[in-house]
């Protein structure tokens, strides 16, 4: 079984990836933005991600055809993405991305954005 974790080098998503692999059965990959974040600390967590046996996948909670490819052959996806506005439209391109490569079960980033002050216009594609 293969658990992708959106949201992996947050202070919740990172706490998730390490959960998971303490149970030792499954494959861990994390999506981030860019393996190659030329910031330090975002640099560093991708290192300790790495060094702890998990996959790392390039993708974009805005770009739908980067969910795709980090989507592929995962079975599970938790997603700890931040509480801001790409939140609710990006876990909806999330979901679409997940559903087309077959993910079998979706868990979901924590609805707390007061989604009445987002300008959620209904978008092309």
Known sequence: MTV???????ILGS???????D?????????????NDSHQEKRQKIDEIK???TGIVEGD???????LRACAEVDVMV????NNEVTVLGQKKL??????????WFIPSDYSV????LSLRRQPG
């Open 23 to 35: 149970k030792g059965t499954v494959e861990v990959k994390a999506m981030v933005r860019s393996s």
């Open 79 to 82: 997603s700890a993405v931040g």
């Open 95 to 104: 979901i679409d991305a997940a559903k087309k490569q077959g993910v079998k």
């Open 114 to 117: 007061d989604y009445r002050k």
């Open 15 to 21: 706490k998730i990836v390490a959960a998971v692999l």
């Open 51 to 53: 060094a702890n046996g």
């Open 4 to 10: 992708l974790v959106v949201g992996s080098t947050r």
């Open 61 to 67: 909670l805005m770009k739908g055809e980067t969910l």
